[in-house]
């Protein structure tokens, strides 16, 4: 799968989505199993996506998340 370039502001929100709702500490690779494959809950799954399409709507009508 390819990277997407998305403006930097998105890429900060999806940072502070998967610290806050999925603890992860970071989404860059490590090149390490343990660290770049997590056990997560469906339902911090559908919270994480649920905050990523909220900040999506919110930023399209010029406002914040």
Same mark, same amino acid.
């Given at each position: =799968? ?5 403006? #930097? +502001? $998105? %890429? ?6 998967a610290?806050?709702? @999925?603890?992860?500490?970071? @989404?860059?690779? %490590?090149?390490?199993? %343990? =660290? !770049? ?10 919270? #994480?996506?649920?905050a990523?399409? @909220? $900040?999506?709507i +919110? !930023? %399209?009508?010029?406002? $914040? $998340?």
């Amino acid at each position: =799968m390819s990277a997407t370039t998305i403006p #930097a +502001a $998105a %890429r900060q929100q999806l940072d502070k989505i998967a610290t806050s709702i @999925l603890g992860i500490e970071t @989404l860059e690779t %490590r090149h390490s199993d %343990r =660290m !770049d494959f997590h056990d997560t809950a469906v339902w911090s799954i559908k919270d #994480a996506l649920e905050a990523a399409y @909220l $900040a999506g709507i +919110a !930023d %399209r009508k010029g406002g $914040a $998340a």
